[in-house]
């Protein structure tokens, strides 16, 4: 049998290791409030939630779109029970305080946001993940609006504080480290969202290339032909929608983290759109595509696009049709130009390490 | 040969339980009969053929057997077991892990994986390990295994040069021989071949008969396939199976349905004077 060549392999963990101690240093050096910081925090929680979509959409071929859904069941979970007990009151002013009346520590709160997304996940799955592609994704959307009613429905307010936001829980720059001062020694803020979101993709990716991975991907690929190979559709199907879900939930325990706040009416289907978004550009089966793309997006939506939103003059000329909301008009035509022109996104189904593997394979053949 | 000898040649043949028996399968789709009244039975170690025209009912009985479709009457048995009738249905799955592998006339591989993956996803069913053991590689010893045993299969039916390209960009004769491979994977007792030789040149056709037979033998197989080449179904099968328009009009050795005038005329057509 032929080895494969450990070096892409080893290029792309040193690629990995990179980042992470650049994130590390840039941290310590640049400014705590400079836009890149915001850019990588929710570049890294929105990669996670889009590597999730992509394990759903791309890998098992199941067309969900109830991801803002289990972000929203993740956000809630992990807020609800971080809250510090002695700041409840203050959260919780129109419910006396709220039901709840302890907190956990943030790694438990975390798997707990996890595991509540894929309970319901567990649920929903029953009946719908019995319906077929489009069915499917009308069926997951509307659970996803659902579920954003109910939490804000006022007699579940002593437990979800109804449509008033959840705060004052630990976010990200509560992992900061601090001296006796209360000044910041060694700045964590943005290495934190890169290690959990680190973290999940990689138990993805395991699960990608194990036996159960190869499986999902034989159902994406022809459902009646790996049922005749003795791969039982529900149960692949509903493991695929509750792993996803999971992941989806801790990303919607980051997003809280990042905005220091949850509030339902944020986790809209417009979410959705952008995380299926960030799947289409990066590549529908490609996780390495998913994660850059997030970033790219992520970067351009908050950083690089945001003077569209403004007027701008060049000189005395006054550059037209730049106003407030001009920026979705421009994410439109990307969209429609990406699906045009480039449909298989970024990376296509390609991952990091077959990029250095094509090079090598080139290479040997000169 | 006397009435009783024949009895007792029938009996020596059904001396074991039959590795699959159909009795009375009838399988209706609205008003159209697709399968009508159809009974036979294959025994441990033979190659056992179903022919007839286009349309005849052929890839219908084979997706009764596999349990994609629910006979609407008639019972299926394999082995001692009843697993399809009007009251017994399983999903496809259950029914490969009992033991029935097949393939598909047109072809059904995984078209986004390797020639390797798709033979390592048809061992997925076989697995020991769990979600946990495998997510975290604890399986090593599992997988390698399985790897080798793939490795094995592909050098059976000749592809391992091509084991780590996607299985899609495989010529069709391979793709084929691709097909069994997988089937192969799920260490079946029977396995169904649906049209094998499709699209195949006279050479390759004779090639795919030995294979047939060298593969029986070496896996201990029983056969059961649908093919539409006359040559490969006389050279190598034990037993000939007659459909037409649903219902089963001959049976018997590859001379006896040969000779059979009911069968010339099913497929050459009735001489209308």
């Given at each position: 049998?032929?080895?494969?060549?450990?070096?892409?392999?080893?290029?792309?963990?040193?690629?990995?290791?990179?980042?992470?101690?650049?994130?590390?240093?840039?941290?310590?050096?640049?400014?705590?409030?400079?836009?890149?910081?915001?850019?990588?925090?929710?570049?890294?929680?929105?990669?996670?939630?889009?590597?999730?979509?992509?394990?759903?959409?791309?890998?098992?071929?199941?067309?969900?779109?109830?991801?803002?859904?289990?972000?929203?069941?993740?956000?809630?979970?992990?807020?609800?029970?971080?809250i510090p007990v002695a700041d409840r009151p203050v959260v919780y002013q129109y419910y006396d305080g709220g039901v709840i009346q302890f907190a956990l520590p943030v790694v438990l709160a975390l798997a707990l946001a996890g595991l509540a997304a894929a309970f319901f996940a567990f649920l929903i799955g029953l009946p719908v993940l019995r319906l077929k592609s489009d069915y499917l994704a009308i069926a997951t959307l509307g659970f996803a609006e659902i579920i954003r009613v109910i939490v804000q429905w006022n007699p579940m307010g002593p437990v979800t504080n109804g449509s008033n936001m959840l705060r004052l829980f630990p976010n990200f720059n509560d992992f900061n480290i601090r001296n006796a001062q209360g000044e910041v020694t060694v700045y964590l803020s943005t290495l934190i969202p890169f290690l959990i979101s680190g973290v999940c993709i990689g138990l993805i990716v395991l699960l990608l290339n194990s036996g159960y991975g190869r499986a999902l991907k034989s159902i994406r690929d022809d459902e009646i032909a790996a049922e005749a190979m003795g791969i039982n559709l529900a149960h692949h199907k509903r493991l695929a929608f509750c792993i996803s879900s999971f992941f989806a939930g801790i990303g919607g325990a980051m997003l809280a983290m990042y905005q220091t706040?949850?509030?339902?009416?944020?986790?809209?289907?417009?979410?959705?759109?952008?995380?299926?978004?960030i799947v289409v550009i990066g590549g529908v089966g490609s996780v390495t595509g998913s994660v850059f793309s997030s970033f790219l997006f992520v970067a351009a939506s908050e950083w690089w696009l945001r003077f569209l939103d403004e007027k701008q003059m060049i000189g005395s000329f006054e550059v037209p049709l730049l106003r407030n909301g001009f920026r979705l008009v421009v994410f439109s035509v990307i969209i429609m130009v990406v699906v045009l022109f480039f449909r298989r996104g970024i990376m296509g189904t390609k991952e990091l390490p077959d990029l250095f593997r094509k090079k090598r394979k080139e290479e040997a053949e000169k | 040969?006397?009435?009783?000898?024949?009895?007792?040649?029938?009996?020596?043949?059904?001396?074991?339980?039959?590795?699959?028996?159909?009795?009375?399968?009838?399988?209706?789709?609205g008003g159209v009969i697709a399968v009508n009244d159809f009974s036979m039975h294959i025994d441990q170690g033979e190659i056992v053929a179903l022919i007839g025209p286009n349309g005849a009912g052929k890839?219908?009985?084979?997706?009764?057997?596999?349990?994609?479709?629910?006979?609407?009457?008639?019972?299926?048995?394999?082995?001692?077991?009843?697993?399809?009738?009007?009251?017994?249905?399983?999903t496809p799955d259950r029914i490969t892990r009992m033991g029935i592998a097949r393939t598909f006339q047109n072809i059904r591989l995984f078209s986004g994986m390797t020639v390797m993956d798709n033979v390592m996803t048809a061992m997925h069913l076989r697995r020991r390990s769990n979600l946990v053991t495998q997510m975290l590689h604890l399986n090593a010893d599992e997988e390698r295994k399985n790897r080798e045993k793939a490795w094995k299969l592909l050098k059976t039916v000749g592809l391992t040069d091509v084991a780590e390209e996607l299985a899609t960009s495989l010529p069709y004769g391979k793709q084929r021989l691709l097909e069994i491979a997988r089937a192969l994977a799920t260490d079946p007792s029977l396995l169904l071949l649906d049209e094998p030789a499709a699209g195949m040149n006279p050479q390759e056709t004779a090639e795919l008969g030995q294979f047939i037979v060298r593969i029986k033998n070496e896996f201990d197989l029983t056969v059961f396939m649908i093919e539409h080449h006359m040559n490969l179904v006389m050279d190598i099968s034990d037993r000939i199976y007659v459909l037409d328009f649903g219902k089963p009009i001959a049976n018997g050795t590859p001379e006896e349905v040969q000779q059979n005038p009911v069968v010339i005329a099913a497929y050459l057509g009735v001489d209308e004077e």
């Open positions: 049998m032929k080895k494969k060549s450990k070096v892409p392999a080893l290029i792309t963990w040193i690629i990995i290791a990179a980042v992470y101690a650049g994130v590390f240093a840039a941290e310590q050096v640049l400014p705590a409030t400079s836009m890149l910081f915001t850019v990588l925090k929710k570049g890294a929680t929105y990669a996670l939630v889009a590597v999730s979509m992509n394990l759903l959409n791309g890998f098992t071929g199941i067309f969900s779109l109830g991801q803002a859904g289990f972000m929203l069941i993740g956000a809630y979970v992990y807020g609800i029970f971080t706040t949850v509030q339902a009416k944020f986790f809209t289907t417009a979410m959705t759109y952008e995380i299926l978004l | 040969m006397s009435e009783a000898n024949v009895q007792t040649v029938a009996d020596m043949q059904t001396a074991g339980i039959p590795v699959l028996k159909l009795e009375h399968l009838t399988m209706q789709f890839t219908t009985a084979f997706n009764c057997v596999t349990s994609v479709y629910q006979p609407t009457g008639g019972r299926i048995y394999f082995k001692d077991q009843e697993i399809g009738s009007g009251r017994i249905h399983h």
